[in-house]
């Protein structure tokens, strides 16, 4: 359960806790949109990342923020896979691909991403068939609603329950479909079609998760749940999203996708000091 077959005859060791750094190389994340849309600038940013202390790098070219607007595969592309190739180039750190679109997965492994990153856990068509072909890992991630809608109006029987039972789900079919377990990675979804009390709830009983047997992703890192209980703009969110990485960790995660990088790894290793194992 503490090492993540990349395939290809790589791995990652997750016995401690992975942080995860997000390079969007977008016009409109929330976060950093508009930050890093030429490849060189977002290439220099990820291999900050990497000098903070980023055990991955995971490149997204399309923001799912409420009400963004899609992009075209081929627009993806554009701006994924340069950066992916030249930071491939420069670093063994393994990077993630950001995306739900079956010809951005082959593009981007094709660049070096040794995982497949997807807030729509494989649902596209042939997205399933893609990654089992592609032979790297996955990251399978819950999501209610679409994107543009998901915050309108969440509801759940038992948020615990049913994102778990959701991710059962996802990996029986990426295991039907040719994807060995070893290979994936689960993450609750903080945001993504969650009130501020379900992401609460889920942070609360995140050890919950663990039964299903895969290390867990927690992406808690400026979401806009931060905004609401501290009334706080997104570039006010570090020393809550820094907390919420550790209680993440505490409370089972082994991979904490985060954009501030260097002082989530400052923490956790704080955490690791004190924990006996
Ligand atoms: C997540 C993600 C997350 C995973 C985004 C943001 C929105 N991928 N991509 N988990 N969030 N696996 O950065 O706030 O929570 S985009």
Known sequence: MSVLDLGHGRTLDLTHAVVMGVVNVTPDSFSDGGRFTDPASAVEQALRLVAEGAGIIDVGGESTRPGAQPVSAGDEIAR???VIEAL????????????????VMRAAVAAGATIINDVRALRDPDALDTAAALGVAVCLMHMQGEPRTMQDNPEYIDVVTDVRDFLAGRMLAAEAAGIPRDRMLIDPGFGFGKTPEHNLELLRRLAALRILGRPILAGLSRKSFIGKLLGLPVDRRLHASVALALLAVQNGASVVRVHDVGPTVEALHMLDAVTIR
Request: charged fraction near 15%; glycine fraction near 0%.
């Open 80 to 82: 994924v896979i340069p």
């Open 88 to 103: 491939c180039a420069a670093t063994t750190v393994p990077v993630s691909i950001d995306t739900s679109k079956p010809e």
